[in-house]
């Protein structure tokens, strides 16, 4: 067996592209033989995604070769190192047209100048693989093929003649090519994409790059499309969270909101394991409640993770010590670490790894997300679908037994119109909504448990108040009164 492939029980084998997150998608990695495509539009990473594949051969102790012709070989590895990607060691084989063309005026007589063209890249190619016997090859673009060919049929017998001799030789190749933005012609996308064994699509839209692996002879794929960033070190890809079957025996155990009153109108506290959403208008007190109910982690000598899109540390924290809750003695015990989150420098599916990894690297027993519509905004990609990877996220760390809770924003600044601003109250194992009251020409706050899908709740709205070094006053349930849900509360039989 090859140097660096493993052998899977189908009897194909294996090669890593690089990328180990890529290799995810993949199914494990790309099949020892054969041949795949890298397609997008100018700019998204695919010779950089190639670069990584040659470079893992190179650590594994194998011969690799790189046919180009867009850069010189010096150029391309001067910009592959400022990545970290070193592919110094590989053979290179430049087919692009040298600078004879502008300078000499070559005249050809009685052949083509494509035929002589075509001939020479043949020759070159097979001598290159003859005399390196490469087990990874990158063509970088494979289009290059296309430029020295008469016409179209000319082309495809010469694609074909390629491939199968590749084949032939068992070496794994990767071939990019660059689509325009309005799309490429369809004889030529039926052709390439049909005669390559697997195609990886890199997409760019605005300035949010995805991954997508539509094809995958063999192996199969992971369906959809994933994070991918280009970063200091090269290419990082993120795979969507997919929740596995959990079947794990659930344990309801209740973790204190670090208030009595709090814990009873919420039938003892929030559960291990489950999803709270804090809902409300805007000033009405969401993210001081979920300070509130971190607080009850730390007393149960706990673990909490905070991550913050819409306001900072600094503000979190001050705000939170001028009402009395304890944030900085839990940050100074280590039973709160706080994440503050950069806008649009992420997709959902890398914010998802991080949190994952964090939660395991901190043995964290609750995630707060303050808040939601910081977490729309500030994550890149379109807002359903960085949605939907929330809607994964939290699916995941319930199956962990980890209690999350996330802050939503109401645009309404009274009344109670709808559970979630995003209509995502499935998600949600218990909703606390926040929100003012009118009586009697002032606006009061109530708090009202919507729902608790895991235990008994009082489900009385209740007023409170927020002052400084008290926090959140709980003052008893409305009595006799309706319309709290409507914004205005009315003394029970009163007419308007």
Not at 297 to 319: M, P, W
Not at 418 to 443: F, H, M, P, R
Not at 444 to 467: C, M, P, Q, S
């Amino acid at each position: 067996m090859e140097h660096g492939t493993m052998r899977e029980p189908d009897g194909l084998s294996v090669v890593p592209s690089g990328l180990e997150d890529l290799d995810e998608l993949l199914n494990g990695g790309l099949v020892e033989g054969r041949i795949y495509l890298v397609q997008g539009v100018s700019g998204t990473g695919k010779s950089v995604l190639g670069q990584h594949f040659l470079q893992e051969g190179l650590a594994n102790d194998e011969t690799v070769v790189y046919i180009h012709g867009e850069e010189s070989a010096t150029d391309i590895s001067k910009n592959a190192a400022q990545l970290g990607i070193d592919i110094s060691e590989a053979e290179f084989l430049d087919i692009g047209p040298g600078t004879d063309f502008f300078t000499e005026d070559i005249a050809y007589e009685l052949v083509a100048p494509t035929d002589l063209e075509s001939e020479r890249f043949t020759k070159d190619i097979k001598q290159v693989v003859d005399e390196a016997d490469p087990s990874r090859l990158l063509i970088d673009p494979i289009t290059q093929l296309q430029y020295i060919e008469r016409d179209f049929y000319q082309y495809r017998k010469r694609l074909q003649s390629l491939i199968r001799f590749l084949r032939k030789r068992n070496i794994t190749t990767v071939a990019t090519r660059t689509l325009t933005r309005y799309g490429s012609g369809s004889r030529e996308t039926t052709d390439i994409e049909s005669l390559s064994d697997g195609i990886i699509d890199i997409t760019l839209e605005e300035s949010e790059r995805r991954i997508g692996v539509p094809k995958h002879r063999g192996l199969g794929q992971k369906n959809g499309t994933h994070g991918l960033e280009i970063r200091e070190n090269g290419i990082e890809v993120y795979p969507q969270l997919v929740p596995k079957d959990h079947h794990q025996f659930f344990d309801p155990e209740l973790i204190s909101s670090g208030d009595s009153a709090l814990d009873t109108i919420l039938g003892g506290g929030i559960e291990q394991g489950s999803v709270t959403f804090i809902s409300g208008p805007t000033g009405i007190g969401k993210s001081t409640a979920g300070a509130q109910l971190l607080t009850g982690v730390g007393e149960s000598d706990k673990t909490a993770l905070g991550y913050l899109f819409e306001e900072s540390i600094s503000q979190f924290t001050h705000r939170c010590q001028s009402l009395g809750i304890p944030v900085n003695a839990m940050l100074d015990s280590g039973a709160l670490h706080l994440i503050e989150v950069e806008p649009l420098v992420q997709s959902a599916e890398e914010f998802g790894q991080r949190v994952l990894d964090q939660v395991d690297e901190f043995d964290a027993d609750t995630v707060l997300i303050d808040g939601l519509s910081g977490y729309k905004l500030s994550l890149q990609g379109e807002s359903q679908r960085v949605v939907r990877r929330l809607h994964a996220l939290t699916r995941v760390l319930r199956n962990r037994g980890v209690a999350v809770i996330i802050t939503d924003e109401s645009s309404t600044i009274t009344g109670v119109p709808q559970a979630t601003s995003t209509n995502t109250s499935y998600i949600a194992d218990t909703i606390i909504y926040l929100t003012y009251v009118e009586s009697d020409g002032q606006l009061d706050r109530v708090l009202g448990v919507l729902k608790k899908r895991l235990g008994a709740f009082d489900n009385r709205f209740h007023r409170y108040t927020i002052e400084t070094g008290d926090g959140i006053t709980l003052h008893g349930p409305y009595s006799g009164v309706t319309g709290i849900t409507e914004g205005t509360a009315r003394r029970r039989g009163a007419t308007e």
